[in-house]
């Protein structure tokens, strides 16, 4: 790097100034890092071999130090150092870096205690800025700009001229280190120059340590209301926030008393931005602190100081220190009256149409809707096309009505909360309602037109929710990436979330900190999410004070860097300001922004309920409070901007629309076509019969698609081991044998995406494999480089940026974000085959809001489908209690089947799968997995499917399936492969018809079972030599349950005793799921007896976490299953 000749005089000047001022005393370490103390000992290194960055802040760094020495030895500053505060500064040099190096050298009087010859006015203007008096190498580089810049001289102290011109000529250190010590003992050249040539007509004052101080107050001053100026802005609007004044927005802290408000101070132009970078170097106390006042500590609190990035709180300095950019227009001004009366009328009209119906209504809020509006139009405006919005129960009609615009019919024939609604329903003529939910819980999806002049197409979605607050947070991530995946928005503009929240649930709920932990992470990041917050400051009958210890309900947002701007709820024009500053924060840095709406809730938790009970002297309050869209009214009519005929004649005109809705929601008739996108186009409904597709694939595909998949370039270095088990995979492909686990699960991924399809799995460690199994990402060992094998079918496509068919991604540490996201990743689009796997299965249960509100019910709630499919690796193999079972019970006791009728499982009447809610499946071989995999795919609906995944049967050596089972080629036995196995049978049954079963009545034991207790039954078998006598069959999908596969065992051994085997104790597994159906079997098939039990004994833990205890278990279960 080129020295540029500040940063020489810098140097030169540092070994100067050090000399005189410590002389011997410099010493190596205090300088911080080892860089700047071998600097430091080493004075005599030549300068500028450091990297043009590196450099500046090591010299920074440097003479922020050297300045600190200067004062603590002077015994005068008031400023006191640690290393500690020197490390912080090194490490965060935004934002305190701007101030510490504007000032100048040598400080010598306490801040805090300013004299009376001191506060004696001096303008500032006539003060000289010379070359003795700097200290900063910025300064010193600015200085040198100038000079090259500005052809030199210009406006620049003499001094300055003087010792740049020698500079450039090539002026020795030693010869500078001369100069300095002559200039400041009064001798030539520099200080002779000063005297001979002052750089006013007027005499000029000395730049005092004083002056400097003053300067530097002010600017601390300016950074304590930028930091925290938001503390002392009028956000409630019932005024009844009791708030201590800060300290650190006291001029009296600085050392400025009144008699300084009209003295000129000089804060420079020095690279700032906001007010500060307006040409005006010198400012007035008065009007700095009018400025920040008026700017900080009005009806908007900004909260930025915590964003560590120089650019971005540059970039909101600009946006918010001018006031002047957030006037309205006269125009504008009218459309945002008109939104906030109808938000205000509609709620009154419900409230007078259904006067005991719960709304959960916005009253003391209404300001949300033409805020949101103003943030809709601008994000059109700035080319959003798609908005996915999740928001709690406040307002949630309102903002439906008003800002997603569904039409007004609907939702007064909702609100009706009338009869199922009957007609055209879902697709092709399906009379699928489900069960229906509450109308504040329903979604919905309108395209209408936006944007400033209302003429840019955008598609308003707002997702279906249960009552769990925030439960839905993740999962309109999750949409809104699929959705930017699909339509190619890979940098993220077009595609963009809104989340709204309440006060309590935002501070409250674990949920919103994991949903703004996953913002930034590669494969979950949807470039910024815009929160909005309803804080009308009590959460049902809860004061803030007892639900949060944070100063703010948003504070948990700071953790990722995002702005938060509080705003009084009550005026109209902030709100929709800060709605439009944070749309366009979100589009410039993709990332999230929040908005506070201080609010009130002008009625109870719900229309129903008193508030008086609890908040007796809010509510006081309130019932005086005028509403803000009448005080926008009178506000409007002062200004002139609308008459007060023209705001009745506007009321009439949205009553009357109000009115015309109403009547027409009596005959209307609802559809619930919106339920499905185009891409679910075709989709059948769980009253349409689908016809069962085959999952087997060409066997010269199988191999080909085998091959690509477990190519390694040859300049990739994998660990030797990945090496190996590739190799391996390669052999299984070649030789058709053997095929594990891991490889099936490779094989289904991979002929998928073959066919055009996009799979995606996420979850902890997902990337090898929490077993070390998968390797699905491998690592180069000398580059540390990743490389994902399954994309080497489609590598040559992957120039196109963004474009992954294949994801495959390590999730942050969360259950409840993460599977809440991959949910709504695979709510978007059918022809994703999405997985969500937990590190072990039992670890789902922190994730169960999502199972149990919006998995298991969804479909029949929202008519929503989804074919998402998780893996929860479960099995005893005596890893204690909590690694061993992902609770399938839970899992089977939430299936909606009919545990007490055989259903009618005929070919053309089979709705068994399509009328249940999800799928329950413990497989045991690597084939039956891949067709399980494929089958969520290939398929004309979609079904959750939740999988007991093994952990043992990984690296079992019988678990291994030749690659024939894979394929498409049928056969007449149950070896066959073509598609998946509900069942599988006894290893030595051939027939697999459900009619003419030939009957073994010899056989004595018919066990079932199910996963990989199998392969225990299979050798205890073997060992008993019982094959003839004992048969076991596998229930390899549990619920909806395979009556017919079952029932026709049944037959096959109509002697047998039947037994029930599995490794979970009496209360959990599969035995009440099973138990309850064979008993259906048997009175359907007249049999006598029962289902006899083989497992573990009734238990509060899932298992013992003793490892010998284990063993003994399950010697006895196996023992028990298959003894007579
Ligand atoms: C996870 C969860 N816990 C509890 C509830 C019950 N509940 C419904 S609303 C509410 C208060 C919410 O307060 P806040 O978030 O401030 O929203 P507000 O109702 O004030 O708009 C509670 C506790 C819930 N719906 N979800
Ligand atoms: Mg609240």
Redesign the pocket.
């Known amino acids: 790097m080129r020295e540029t000749t500040a940063r020489r005089a810098a140097g030169l000047l540092w070994r100067t100034t050090t000399t005189a001022a410590w002389g011997s005393k410099v010493r190596g370490g205090t300088g911080g890092t080892n860089r700047s103390s071998s600097s430091i000992t080493a004075p005599s290194s030549p300068l500028g071999t450091t990297s043009a960055k590196n450099g500046i802040i090591f010299h920074r760094r440097f003479y922020y130090n050297s300045l600190r020495r200067t004062t603590t030895i002077g015994g005068k500053g008031g400023l006191t150092t640690t290393s500690t505060t020197r490390s912080r500064r090194h490490r965060f040099l935004h934002p305190s870096s701007e101030s510490s190096f504007l000032m100048v050298k040598t400080l010598t009087s306490s801040p805090s205690k300013p004299t009376e010859q001191q506060n004696k006015p001096t303008p500032m203007r006539e003060l000289r800025d010379e070359f003795l008096n700097a200290n900063s190498v910025a300064y010193l580089e600015e200085m040198e700009k100038r000079f090259k810049e500005e052809g030199g001289e210009i406006g620049m102290d003499k001094s300055w001229s003087t010792l740049l011109k020698s500079l450039d000529k090539g002026m020795t250190g030693k010869e500078l280190s001369s100069m300095w010590e002559d200039a400041k003992n009064g001798n030539a050249p520099l200080a002779r120059e000063r005297r001979a040539t002052p750089s006013s007509s007027t005499a000029p004052s000395e730049v005092t340590s004083d002056l400097i101080q003053e300067s530097m107050r002010l600017l601390l001053l300016v950074r304590a209301y930028q930091s925290a100026g938001h503390e002392m802005a009028t956000l409630d609007p019932l005024g009844m926030e009791k708030k201590s004044v800060n300290v650190s927005l006291d001029p009296e802290l600085y050392g400025f008393t009144e008699k300084d408000l009209d003295r000129e101070f000089f804060l420079g132009t020095w690279r700032m931005k906001g007010f500060l970078a307006e040409d005006q170097p010198y400012w007035t106390l008065r009007d700095i602190l009018s400025r920040l006042r008026e700017t900080y500590c009005g009806n908007i609190g900004y909260e930025y100081m915590h964003i560590m990035d120089r650019e971005k709180c540059n970039w909101l300095r600009e946006q918010i220190e001018t006031p002047t950019q957030k006037g309205y227009k006269p125009e504008r001004k009218k459309i945002l009256f008109e939104r906030l009366a109808r938000a205000e009328l509609f709620e009154t009209f419900l409230s007078n149409k259904y006067t005991a119906a719960k709304r959960f209504g916005l009253e003391g809020c209404e300001t949300l809707i033409p805020g949101f509006e103003e943030a809709v139009d601008r994000a059109a405006d700035l080319g959003v096309k798609n908005i996915n919005i999740g928001m709690p129960h406040r307002g949630r009609l309102n903002v439906l009505a008003n800002v997603i615009r569904k039409p007004l019919q609907t939702i007064f024939n909702e609100f009706k909360g009338g009869p199922k609604p009957t007609g055209e329903l879902g697709l092709s003529g399906s009379q699928y309602t489900g069960s229906g939910d509450v109308k504040y819980h329903l979604g919905t999806s309108v395209v209408t037109r936006r944007g400033v002049n209302q003429d840019k197409k955008v598609q308003l979605s707002l997702l279906a929710n249960p009552s769990h607050l925030e439960a839905v947070d993740t999962v309109v991530i999750g949409k809104c990436a699929a959705r930017q995946f699909y339509t190619k928005d890979y940098e993220k503009e077009t595609v963009i979330p809104v989340l709204l929240h ?3 649930a935002f501070s409250g709920q674990g949920i919103v900190y994991e949903t703004l932990d996953m913002s930034q992470l590669p494969e979950y990041h949807v470039g910024g999410t815009l929160h909005i917050v309803v ?5 049902f009958t809860t004061d803030p004070k007892h639900s949060r210890s944070s100063m703010y309900c948003t504070d948990v947002a700071k953790c990722i860097e995002a702005p938060v701007f509080h705003v009084n709820g009550d005026d109209v024009e902030a709100v929709a300001w800060v709605m439009q500053l944070a749309l366009e924060w979100r589009q410039k840095f993709k990332a999230d922004a929040v908005v506070d709406i201080v609010c009130y ?1 002008k009625f109870g938790h719900n229309e129903i309920d008193e508030p008086m009970f609890t908040q007796p002297l809010m509510y006081k309050v309130i019932k005086k409070h005028v509403s803000a869209h009448q005080q926008y009214a009178e506000k409007l009519i002062k200004e002139g901007v609308l008459t007060a005929d023209e705001v009745k004649a506007k009321h009439a005109e949205i009553l009357k629309e109000l009115d015309t809705e109403f009547e027409m929601s009596k005959n209307y008739v609802p559809k619930f076509r919106d339920w499905v996108s185009s891409h679910w186009q075709g989709f059948k409904s769980p009253d349409q019969f689908a016809s069962i597709r085959n999952t087997g694939v060409d066997p010269q595909v199988l191999r080909e698609v085998g091959a690509k998949i477990t190519e390694i370039p040859e300049t990739f270095t994998p660990h030797k081991t990945v090496k190996r088990v590739y190799d391996a995979r390669r052999k299984m492909f070649e030789t058709g044998e053997n095929v594990d686990w891991a490889t099936a699960e490779m094989l289904a991924f991979g002929t998928l995406l073959n066919e055009g399809n996009h799979v995606r799995l996420s979850g902890q460690d997902v990337e090898r494999g929490t077993f070390s199994h998968r390797h699905a990402v491998i690592k180069d060992q000398s580059t540390g480089e990743r490389f994902v094998p399954l994309r080497n079918l489609y590598r040559d496509k992957m120039a196109e940026k963004g474009l992954k068919y294949f994801t495959v991604c390590n999730s942050s540490l969360s259950e409840f974000g993460v599977l809440g996201f991959e949910l709504g990743y695979s709510l978007d689009n059918p022809n994703s085959l999405v997985i969500w796997e937990a590190q072990f299965g039992d670890f789902a249960n922190s994730a169960q809001v999502i199972i149990d509100q919006f998995i298991s019910s969804g479909e029949a709630k929202w008519l929503r489908q989804t074919g998402l499919t998780l893996l929860l690796p479960h099995g005893y193999d005596g890893q204690g209690p909590e690694h061993s079972s992902a609770r399938l019970e839970r899992f089977l006791q939430m299936s909606d089947e009919d545990p007490r009728v055989v259903p009618d499982m005929s070919q053309t009447k089979r709705l068994a799968i399509q009328g249940t809610n999800w799928q329950i499946c413990n497989v045991t071989t690597p084939a039956n997995y891949f067709h399980l995999l494929r089958r969520q795919i290939h398929r004309d609906y979609r079904k959750p499917l939740i999988v007991m995944s093994p952990k043992n049967l990984l690296r079992h050596p019988k678990c291994l399936s030749p690659l024939s089972e894979f394929d498409d080629v049928d056969s007449l036995t149950d070896a066959q492969g073509t598609r998946f196995k509900r069942l599988i049978m006894d290893k030595t049954a051939k027939v697999r018809g459900l009619t003419n079963i030939p009957v073994e009545d010899h056989v004595q034991r018919l066990v079932f079972c199910s996963g990989k207790v199998y392969y225990e039954l299979d050798a205890e078998r073997e060992a008993l030599k019982a094959e003839d006598t004992i048969k076991i069959c596998r229930i390899e999908q549990l619920a909806p349950f395979p009556w017919d596969l079952v029932e026709r065992e049944l037959k096959r051994y109509p002697n047998a005793e039947v037994v029930w085997c599995q490794e979970e104790p009496l209360n959990m597994g599969a035995y009440t799921h099973v138990d309850q159906r064979i008993r259906t079997l048997f009175k359907h098939l007249g049999k006598e007896g029962e289902l006899k039990y083989a497992g573990r004994n009734q238990a509060a833990s899932p298992s013992t976490g003793y490892g010998s205890v284990h063993a003994e278990e399950q010697i006895k279960l196996i023992k028990d299953a298959l003894v007579l």
Do not use: I, P, S
Not at 535 to 539: D, E, F, K, T, Y
């Open positions: 309440g006060d309590g804080n009308n400051q009590v959460a809730r």
